[in-house]
């Protein structure tokens, strides 16, 4: 470099010289920009794939194939090569070796780990610190860690047989909670054209029907989202029920979540027997759960497909990416195993509280969690319900290997999400802050509260 400066200067001029030198200097400074540099991971909108990666999915499903390979979500263009224990695991299912991958294509390269920080320390990142899919579809929603607001709407996602009517009956029974599902209109009040608060089988509810894309249309239409008259929403629909909302009643996703292999034999079985149910199917009476299983009537990655919004195409894994970032950043999550706590959890997060008769309401709480062990409770094939390994187990599996996945999320949210309540909403809140509207004298919560009748 110093030969060539000394050369320049002996025969060039000094201004051509300086032109020279800026010259040189900027042509490799774009060139290191254009061929290394900082190291992006590119935004993919769903649906939207790379070239790289449309030939990547060219070869058969996940767990079929000899040495077939799928692309990283992490790192669309970085292959994620076979091993010996990806081959092990893929004899055990390929639910499994799904897992391994998830689990591999949350690993930075060594050489991005300067560009994007390990916050936790063990060279591996969850789906929140990498580039991820942007969630469309649900502008009206807070992420779960955004501060809470009196006019923040708690929506239940009703994962069916994951004991959500158990949490809809204590926050409609118990709590007193005026609710928007699909209850309200029922006894002709489908095609209501305004809005108001009914009591079918004693619970309030607003009427309008939240279970149907047109149902929510309609409530669209006269008013609902910025009615305020529901306090709590229950779909099994997720993007739909953005229609819901608006910017001055931001939505707030809560929801509790079962081992996918266990909710899928317990829906069997409950369909087998629910002849009040409009799924109701009794040609499954004399089904065996290996028939169901390989049969075209089993659910296939039922939360996956609807936290993805791909309800129709083969899923692969970008729906698992969408699907994973929507918990992680919409989600307050419960889990069946632990229902009481779930509930606590829920009361905690949204600040319910006992306003009308606290005795009568914690009895009314402990008769779902302590006596009868959850609505819709279904115990009479439990001899029957396949043990993990077996056939059917299996057959399930494969069935529901991308919900696997989601369930060990949610299984690191709920060990996560305790920390989001904080000390000012210890356990047992709701008795903390009650009040009771129907005692003599009566009491009120600072705000003020409307005694129903």
Request: glycine share 8%; hydrophobic share 35%.
């Amino acid at each position: 470099m110093e030969l060539w400066y000394r050369w320049c200067r002996h025969r060039m001029p000094t201004r051509a010289l300086i032109v020279m030198v800026f010259v040189t200097f900027g042509c490799f400074g774009l060139t290191r920009n254009l061929g290394g540099g900082r190291r992006r991971l590119p935004i993919r909108f769903p649906g939207q794939k790379s070239q790289q990666e449309i030939a990547a999915t060219k070869s058969l499903p996940l767990g079929k194939g000899k040495e077939h390979r799928r692309t990283s979500i992490a790192h669309p263009k970085k292959a994620i090569p076979d091993d010996e224990s990806t081959a092990t695991q893929r004899k055990k299912g390929s639910f499994q070796n799904l897992h391994l991958r998830l689990s591999r294509s949350m690993e930075v390269a060594d050489d991005a780990t300067d560009e994007v920080g390990d916050l936790h320390g063990d060279g591996k990142y969850s789906s929140k610190e990498l580039e991820m899919p942007p969630l469309y579809g649900l502008s009206n929603f807070k992420d779960t860690g955004d501060k809470f607001l009196k006019t923040d709407v708690p929506i239940f996602w009703h994962v069916p047989k994951a004991g959500g009517s158990t949490i809809k009956d204590v926050a409609g029974s118990c709590h007193r909670l005026v609710m928007a599902s699909n209850v309200g209109v029922s006894g002709g009040h489908a095609n209501d054209t305004e809005l108001e608060i009914v009591h079918p089988g004693g619970s309030a509810f607003v009427n309008i029907d939240t279970n149907s894309v047109e149902g929510i249309e309609h409530a669209k239409d006269i008013g609902f989202a910025e009615s305020g008259l529901a306090n709590i929403i229950v779909s099994t629909l997720v993007r739909e029920t953005n229609d819901l909302l608006s910017p001055n009643h931001m939505g707030r996703f809560f929801a509790v979540f079962r081992h996918p292999i266990e909710r899928a034999v317990s829906l069997f079985y409950y369909l087998q027997v629910a002849d009040w149910e409009k799924t109701y199917q009794p040609e499954l009476a004399n089904w065996t759960i290996e028939e169901y299983a390989v049969s075209d009537r089993v659910e296939n990655n039922w939360m996956t497909r609807r936290l993805s919004g791909n309800m129709v195409d083969e899923l692969d894994e970008s729906d698992l990416a969408i699907a994973t970032e929507t918990l992680r950043k919409k989600f307050f999550v419960g889990l069946t195993t632990k229902m009481e706590e779930s509930m606590d959890r829920f009361e905690r997060f949204f600040r319910w509280t006992y306003h009308i008769a606290p005795i009568n309401q914690e009895k009314c709480r402990n008769k779902f969690f302590l006596e009868e062990g959850g609505a819709n409770r279904n115990d009479k094939k439990a001899v029957d319900r396949p043990r993990e390994g077996s056939k059917a187990w299996e057959l399930l599996a494969e069935k529901n290997k991308f919900d696997l996945v989601l369930h060990d999320v949610v299984k690191e949210l709920w060990d996560e999400q305790e920390q989001l309540l904080g000390p000012s909403y210890p356990q047992g809140y709701r008795q903390i802050k009650q009040t009771c509207c129907k005692c003599n004298p009566p009491t009120y919560p600072p705000g003020g509260f409307e005694c129903p009748k």
